[in-house]
């Protein structure tokens, strides 16, 4: 999240950092104070070739959905007072032609209009999770808390917490043969789903893996990338000037929303 006030003691709660922030459609950066909220650790080892995949989380994110209607606690992505918002969209701005959109309070609803400068403001949306973290992470978690406070009773790491971790019990062996995609992820464990609240918002009914065993190297639909999207993005060096991204605000003549790159 962008911290508008870096000194408040709200975010002592938080890893801060500074990041470069570019405009897509200017390409002009600034540097801002970010607060970090989410974020993916994967790693490969000989014994896990396909991954080991674990997901954390900022313990003021969101609440459980079946903890929600009653919740009072503040949290980062729900707002225990939301009222249903309607927004006038212009027409640049429109996803699938709606002019009018009214902003629910149903949780984890994607967008329904383009971002963006010039386009109206966001309308921020109540984030629940779905699948509750389970007894095996609660347990690593208060194990890691215990550590960390008998050393640095305030460190900010005591506000974050592993959602989950996956691996497979019985991994493909590797093979000198040239492979495709789907890539194979054997008997994950535990075999359920995997979802970042902020991360995966919209998409919390599935597994990491469904969706990075289809991950291929740039310029193919059927090279595998090692379960990893970077890959496809990978682009030669040019001399040129990076183009900016267009969406349908932007051809129009809209600014798009900032984005972090660093």
């Known amino acids: 999240m962008e911290v ?15 990041a470069v922030v570019v405009d897509p459609a200017t390409q002009k950066c600034q540097a801002l104070t970010v607060a970090l909220v989410g974020l993916h650790v994967i790693h490969k080892t000989q014994a896990q070739p396909t991954w080991v995949w674990a997901t954390f989380e900022h313990v003021d994110n969101a609440p459980d959905a079946a903890d929600a209607a009653t919740t009072q606690k503040v949290w980062n992505f729900y707002d225990p007072s939301c009222q ?12 699938k032609d709606q002019a009018s959109v009214t902003v629910s309070c149903d949780a984890n609803l994607p967008p329904q209009y383009w971002i963006g400068d010039g386009c109206p403001a966001p309308a921020p949306i109540r984030v629940t999770r779905l699948a509750p973290i389970d007894s095996d992470a609660q347990t690593v978690n208060q194990t890691a808390w215990t550590t960390i406070r008998a050393t640095y009773p305030d460190s900010v790491w005591l506000n974050y917490q592993v959602v989950a971790v996956q691996w497979s019990t019985n991994p493909p062996q590797q093979s000198s043969q ?23 918002t919209y998409d919390q009914h599935s597994k990491c893996i469904d969706c990075h065993q289809y991950a291929t190297i740039s310029g193919s639909t059927t090279l595998p990338s090692d379960f ?3 890959l496809q993005d990978a682009q030669p060096v040019t001399t040129g000037k990076p183009k900016p991204l267009k969406t349908a605000a932007v051809k129009a003549g809209y600014r798009p929303l900032r984005r972090i790159i660093e």
């Not at 249903?84 to 996803?95: G, K, M, S």
């Not at 535990?190 to 609240?197: C, G, R, V, W």
């Open 4 to 18: 508008p006030n870096p000194d408040d003691a709200q975010w002592n709660r938080y890893k801060l950092a500074q």
């Open 84 to 95: 249903p918002r309607t927004v006038q969209v212009p027409t640049a701005c429109q996803y």
């Open 178 to 200: 040239p492979v495709g995609v789907p890539q194979v992820f054997n008997s994950p464990q535990p075999d359920s789903n995997l979802a970042n609240t902020v991360l995966e």
């Open 228 to 230: 990893s999207f970077a």
